[in-house]
């Protein structure tokens, strides 16, 4: 037998061994796509367990073949250094301070804007009504990072070395706030100082006097132990905090039309589960600084709104959030 001549026996056998490598590859499952999912806050937060719940909720929606990697604490850098990876389509998922990024979209700025919800429940309708819809679409259409679900719900207040019996005693208060011109207008004009500090700088500077205060919600002065130096808390219920579950668009049109309603499913359901744990966390810690010998003093909300809405008014029409904050204002 001639070397290039193949018996038929050894092709038929060939053609089998083919054959079946074709079907086992066939039959083999895609290999997982692995996403990555940022946020900028430690592991026992609202933050990862809200995130572990996406992540668990999406896997199971698409049977493994999206699987989600978690990276906590900052790992990937600053929620304004994770969300511009994410414009840039670097990264997958984040969780994000609206605040944090008015530089790279003007929509977010809206969230800054102290007294903007009568209570909890006109927060929801918002968020999950044509308010949320539209802030969503133009944050996406200014940043190119797509709005998924809103978390959040706790309480801002007021955190004070001393007394608060009137809002004479805001009167020349050096209060620590976000460098937001709406946040700063506003507190201004209720008689405080407003002061820019490093959050890992607050405690140290009250301690030391260069601050009086500062606005926080319970859980956050309960972590922070700012109640320690800081024992008095009115309750302003100024804002009510709103964090953003958020995908780049790079990431979302790679995805199938049923990966992305996978996604989309997951999202609303982690936003239940995110909303309901803060807002527990929210009260339990206010239990565990009043048993801490922590003062909570009310305040006179509705006076606080109308000092600040002249100042306030104007910063909302410079700014070019008048529709907005109308639209909000007038959710039922």
Known sequence: MRFHEVPRYLSGWRLIVATGLLFAALATPAEARELIFGHGATEDTAYHLSAERFKQLLEEKTDGELTVNLYSNSVLGHETEMFEQQTAGALDFSIINPGLISEFSHTASIFSIPFLYRDLDHWRHVLDGEAGQEIAQRIEAETGVKVLAYYGGSTRQIVSTRPLETLDDLEGMKLRTNPTRPVITAWAALGTQPTVMAYKEIYTGLQLGAIDGLLNEAEWIYRMRF???????????????????????????????????????????????????????????????????????????????????GPLGQVIDDMGLRDLYELIINTQ
């Open 227 to 309: 109640h320690e130096v800081a024992p008095h808390i009115g309750l302003s219920e100024h804002d009510i905090t709103v964090r953003l579950l958020t995908i780049s668009d790079d990431t979302w049109e790679s995805l199938t039309p049923s990966e992305q309603q996978a996604v989309q499913a997951a999202a609303d359901e982690s936003e239940q589960y995110a909303r309901n744990l803060q807002i527990r966390l929210d009260k339990e810690s206010r239990d565990k600084l009043k048993a801490e010998g922590a003062t909570f003093y009310p305040m006179d909300r509705e006076r606080m709104q109308q000092i600040v809405a």
